[in-house]
């Protein structure tokens, strides 16, 4: 079956701890994304992809990084630097542009300790 | 500025009731696209429908109706005899070429639905 990996589920850290999470999709999707939602509010853009080895900044990109080496593959590392990164954390792909949908992996929620 | 509104944060009808949930954009792009999600307690998204600016034509999907109205910029979408199974968070959505080839989408803070047996 086609669709989009995200693991672990559920994921603890101490502060001050880089922690990575992955996404993987085996759609043959151009684009992916990453997303963070917080209690109450809509989701919210921090990396996107367009292509293998180019990415760009969302929204909230501060306190993150991403790398896309495959097309199957783009993890998202939260890093210290994040002040507040407990939150549920979603990946999607899509065959890019503008008019296509995304499709979403089951999400990761990350806590901070 | 490019903005999705979803004004009811949360609803809740009891099971067979019809429903409607709102959405407001803003956007000053002439082409545009408009999408409804589900997100259920499981957490992953699940696309609904797509619309672009230059189609008004209402859909209806089974119990699913979706109505778009450039004149008041809203994408209304409205569950007919709802049942248990619809609950869940529903996020509209706006995507728009933006300044780059890159694709640019943005969500409402999405309404949270409750449907009572």
């Known amino acids: 079956d086609g669709g989009i990996t995200q693991s672990p589920k559920y994921l603890f850290r101490k502060e001050g701890q880089n922690v990575t999470l992955s996404c993987e999709q085996n759609l043959n999707h151009d684009a992916m994304y990453w997303y963070r939602q917080d209690p109450g509010q809509g989701l919210r853009l921090i990396y996107y992809s367009q292509i293998v080895n180019d990415f760009q900044k969302g929204d909230i990109a501060e306190g993150y990084s991403v790398s896309r080496e495959k097309k199957e593959s783009f993890p998202l590392t939260v890093t210290s630097a994040q002040k507040n990164p407990t939150a549920f954390y979603l990946c999607?792909?899509?065959?890019?542009?503008?008019?296509?949908?995304?499709?979403f992996g089951p999400g990761t929620r990350l806590t901070v300790l | 500025a490019q903005k999705v509104t979803q004004a009811q944060t949360e609803i809740s009808v009891v099971e067979k009731e019809d429903v409607t949930l709102d959405c407001v954009y803003e956007?000053?792009?002439?082409?545009?696209?408009l999408f409804w999600y589900k997100q259920p307690p499981s957490g992953e998204l699940v696309f609904l429908i797509r619309?672009?600016?230059?189609?008004?034509q209402n859909e209806i999907s089974g119990r699913y109706s979706w109505n778009f109205q450039k004149s008041t910029s809203s994408f209304n979408f409205t569950i007919t005899a709802s049942q248990v199974v619809d609950s869940a968070v529903y996020f509209c959505a706006l995507s728009f070429p933006g300044y780059s080839s890159a694709s640019k989408i943005i969500f409402g803070s999405g309404t949270r639905l409750s449907i009572r047996p």
């Open positions: 956007t000053r792009d002439t082409t545009y696209y």
């Open positions: 619309r672009n600016s230059f189609d008004e």
């Open positions: 999607a792909s899509s065959k890019g542009g503008v008019y296509n949908e995304q499709f």
